[in-house]
Every structure is written in structure tokens, then in C-alpha cells.
């Protein structure tokens, strides 16, 4: 079994925050990959369910972030797992917003949700970094991490989420740098190309020929992230 642990502070106060990117992960994936209902279990948000024939626990502890370690420390131990099949899915920094790195130990970097699964587990679990940027001074950290995502972010956060949930087996097998590969190409900014002179513009189909129909969107966050940054403008 696989644990993937997404971290965040619990409650419709922190439910946009750039801190909580990695709940909104986890609830992309469990919405993407059909997992049961959330329930209660490990001082957390659990839900169980298989990705590519792998068994995968959800975890989005409720312990808040600074103690997210006695959420996770209690599910390692009553699995009897190991500390290398958790994942942890949090927000990083150091990172552009957008971007995702892979990484296994390590330090904890200043997040103090790292540092308490880190002090239950230790180190050696695998870590999903997703850039929220950093404001440039030491002081702004605070209020950056527990601000909210803007509108202007929506389109790069849809796109990351989603690039995640649709790759996650990848993950789940542990083929940790296809899973960052395929991130990437799917999220970094494709150039522009410019239009061949010869293309036809508006041609209407032939007759007897059915027109092409716009796939649904298959991305079921979208809308819920559309309400999530729209209770910033509500508050």
C-alpha cells in the first residue's frame, strides 16, 4: 500500500490558501480516480481506493499543519508501513509557482509539516514539492503561505492539479522522474506557432460529414476551485 498524504490547515478559512495546495491535490486525485467518500480515521481525512491495480490511502490530516506527523506517524505505524511508501504532497517556496520536483529525504526546508513527519517517520519518505513562489522577503513568508491564491493563479493551479491526478499512476508505481517528466511537459508554457497562410479558416465540413463536437471538460475541480478563490472576494 501506498500512502499519499496532501497538506494543509483543515476548515473554510485555509481552504484557498496557497499552504493548502496539497489538499487540493489530493481532493483532484480522489475526485479524478473515483476513491469512496472521505471518512474519519488517523486524525485525518482518509479515503481508500486502487490507482493503476495499486491499493492507495489518502490522508489530509486534520491535526493542522505544524502537527501533521501525529496523523501520519499513527497510519505508518497501524500499516506497518515504511517510511518510503508515503508521499508527501506540499507546497514549496523555493519553487516558481507552478513547477513540481520530486525528492526523497532530506531536510525539511523551514515547513514545519515537514519537520513534524520528519520527527514521527523519519526522513525518508518521498516528497511532491509544488512551487507557490516565494515574496521575496524572509518576513512576508507567513502572511504569503496563509494568503489566498489569486485569479490570476487559477490557470497554472487548474493545470498543475490536474497534470498530477492524471499521471498519479506513474507515482504509484514509483517511476518518481516519468511521473515530474510528464508533469512538466503538460504544464510548462508551450511556444506559440504561428499559423500556416494556407489553412483554411472556418471551411465548413463537407456534406454528410458530422462536425466535431467539443469533448466535456473532464477537469471536476475547475469548479470547485472556481468557489474556492471566489470566497476571497466574498470575505
Known sequence: MLILVGLGNPGAKYASNRHNIGFMAADVIHTRHRFPAWRKNFQAEVSEGTIGGERVLLMKPQTYMNESGRSVGDAVRFLKLAPSDVVVIHDELDLPPGKLRMKVGGGHGGHNGLRSITGQITDAYRRMRLGIGHPGDKALVHAHVLSDFAKADRDWLVK???AIADNAEELV????????????????PKPERKPKLDAAIDKPAPAGEPTAEKPPEKNAMAAILKSLLAQKNRR
Do not use: C, S
Request: hydrophobic share 45%.
Open 160 to 162: 498543475l492539479l490536474d
Open 173 to 188: 508505481k514509483g517511476a518518481d522522474a516519468t511521473f515530474a517528466n510528464r508533469v512538466h511537459a503538460i504544464t510548462e
